[in-house]
């Protein structure tokens, strides 16, 4: 009942940027958090950045400085602005939300099908 689209990912050069975009549709009554993991080749997924409703974001560390997370609350869409990307940022990314639905009023994790990014000479 709650989908996530995701836009934005391709293959770009070292130092090179890329921007994310991912909106939840459905039958959504409210979303306490949305954000991006990635998972690269032969590593553990990690999260990248989370943002809450309310505006407080966690980013790990290796990309502070050179991602941003936003959002539009009222479109449910989350995006990630990537700067100054480099070969290790390659990876799958997915977007994530953290929802409330309709009908059942359950909190429930949703994850979209993920978008490849890829930084290479």
């Known amino acids: 009942q709650v989908q996530l689209v995701e836009s934005g990912g391709g293959l770009v050069q070292p130092g090179g940027s890329l921007r994310l975009s991912c909106a939840a549709s459905?039958?959504?009554?409210?979303?306490?958090?949305m954000g991006w993991y990635r998972q690269a080749p032969g590593k553990q997924r990690e999260l990248v950045a989370t943002?809450?409703?309310?505006?407080?974001?966690n980013y790990v560390d290796s990309v502070k400085g050179r991602f941003t997370i936003s959002r539009d609350n009222a479109k449910n869409t989350v995006y990630l602005q990537m700067n100054s990307l480099q070969p290790e940022d390659t990876a799958v990314y997915y977007c994530?939300?953290?929802?409330?639905?309709?009908?059942?009023?359950?909190?429930?994790?949703?994850w979209g099908q993920g978008t490849q990014v890829t930084v290479s000479s």
């Open positions: 994530n939300a953290d929802a409330l639905p309709r009908p059942t009023m359950t909190r429930s994790d949703y």
């Open positions: 943002i809450t409703s309310r505006g407080r974001i």
């Open positions: 459905g039958s959504i009554f409210s979303i306490y958090a």
